[in-house]
């Protein structure tokens, strides 16, 4: 039977679950999804755990926050004034909104968390989500496409 190498084309399903249980993404939302292995559009650990694989086989694997999103960085915690906003955006804790920050030179637009309002003191964070979180996955390999 067939196993799963380095560059093959795979389909597969998959649910991620925090430690909790909670459950932050499943493919069955979105159908099965498909890839190159290696070709770095999934973590390299979830990637890595596919090698070997046969159509069809489960496997459950846990990545730290180091494998996924990376850990959480407290220096992407900053407060700006609320006048930074435009005058119909009335910020309030648990909001996401993009904000264009600089990067090698660059405009670009990413989201950050409002965490805190305090008078026209805004605190946001521009951690990813599920940065700093160990996250646990069921994988089902549907298919290796030739």
Known sequence: MRKVQQGDQVSIEYEGKLQNGEIIERSADTGPVEFEVGSGVMPSSF????IDMCEGEEKNI???????????????????KGSVFAENIQPKPGMVLGMTVEKEGLP???????????????????????????INYKLTLKKIKD
């Open 47 to 50: 990637e890595k755990a596919l």
């Open 62 to 80: 846990t990545l730290t926050p180091d494998d996924a999103y990376g850990p959480r960085d407290e220096n992407l915690l900053h407060t700006v």
């Open 108 to 134: 670009q637009k990413i989201p950050a968390l409002v965490t805190a309002v305090n008078g026209d003191d805004v605190t946001i964070d521009f951690n990813h989500p599920l940065a700093g979180k160990t």
